[in-house]
């Protein structure tokens, strides 16, 4: 039988070594060419063993038995996958500079015929492209041009009252008791309210989120490699590459919103409540209710897929 690839970060080992009996095994994410070792982030360990450190995604490769059972993954998806975790983790750059990026290569990708013979080539380079528009300047001056847009994320806002979110994974804190109210009463808006909210939001963001993570950059980073890894991004059984970087985008936006919400009356954060805070939104994220919820916050996107996530990119 022949060996494929098996890839474990190093938050796994980290994960097993402090947990040798863990409450959750980590996951074998296989494809008929490689293996990805990874775990689920609605358990407070296994997401602090992710988002913790920052050398989670330090990679540990070895050979395993392949599984002829295992569907394989298009060789345009996996050019695409690794390009995008290339794009992701560029070096010098905000969160929202690089989802931007990943957004604008995703768009030219689509734009290229499927049958085109140096895809796969063309694929490769586009992250040393991206480098080369950030290091000149170029990505930045796109980016501000944007036009500002609020017609996705002042619903978005009021549909996060609506979502079932499991309050139990949050910290014991004084917090605990009073964010899911507050956040229940996001629902209950009207369209000034949601105005007002949406500039609110944006305005602690920038002034007091910004700062809580200034001193741990790496989590916002794991988080997004996270996502990239573990879904193996952009391949999906029923979204399009768009619609995925739309999902991925609002996932951000939205879990931005809950520490702003969390910061508005000046609480702080510590380590545990941030953790817990990232298990509560990943716990939503694989409840059988998120299916449900997921199409209702789709429906709110009225505007082109791409546009409507960089709207989303706080400025």
């Known amino acids: 039988m ?12 980290q994960y097993l070594k402090k947990h040798p009996q863990p409450v959750r095994s980590p996951l074998s994410i296989s494809w008929q060419h490689e293996s990805r070792r990874s775990l689920l982030l609605d358990d407070y360990d296994c997401c602090d063993a992710v988002l913790g450190s920052p050398e989670a995604f330090a990679l540990n490769v070895k050979m ?6 295992t569907s394989p993954l298009s060789p345009v998806m996996g050019a695409l996958n690794q390009a ?36 796969l080539r063309i694929i490769a380079s586009l992250p040393a492209q991206m480098a080369h528009y950030a290091a000149e300047g170029t990505l930045t001056r796109l980016y501000q041009q944007l036009p500002p847009l609020n017609t996705l994320s002042r619903p978005l806002i009021s549909q996060l009252g609506r979502l079932s979110l499991d309050w139990d994974k949050l910290t014991d804190c004084t917090r605990k008791f009073s964010l899911p109210l507050q956040i229940s009463l996001l629902g209950l808006q ?18 007091q989120g910004q700062a809580t993570f200034a001193d741990r950059p790496w989590i916002w980073t794991n988080y997004l490699v996270y996502r990239l890894y573990h879904d193996t991004f952009p391949q999906h059984d029923t979204l399009s590459v768009t619609a995925c970087y739309l999902q991925l985008v609002s996932d951000i936006f939205l879990l931005r919103s809950l520490f702003s919400l969390w910061l508005m009356d000046d609480s702080t954060l510590t380590h545990e409540q941030i953790i817990s805070l990232f298990c509560v939104f990943e716990s939503w994220r694989h409840a059988p209710a998120c299916a449900t919820e997921r199409a209702a916050l789709r429906q709110l996107t009225q505007e082109d897929e791409l546009l409507s996530a960089f709207s989303l990119l706080i400025r």
């Not at 022949?2 to 080992?13: A, G, K, L």
């Not at 395993?64 to 059972?69: K, M």
Request: hydrophobic share 45%; charged share 25%; glycine share 2%.
């Open 64 to 69: 395993i038995e392949a599984d002829p059972a």
């Open 190 to 207: 009207d369209k000034n309210s949601e105005a007002l909210m949406q500039q609110q939001l944006a305005e602690v963001w920038e002034m």
């Open 84 to 119: 995008a975790l290339d794009v992701v983790t560029l070096p010098g750059l905000s969160i929202d500079l690089r989802l931007y990026a990943l957004g604008v290569m995703l768009s030219f990708v689509q734009k290229l015929p499927d049958d085109r013979p140096d895809l």
């Open 2 to 13: 022949s060996q494929i690839e098996c890839y474990e970060p190093e938050f796994v080992r």
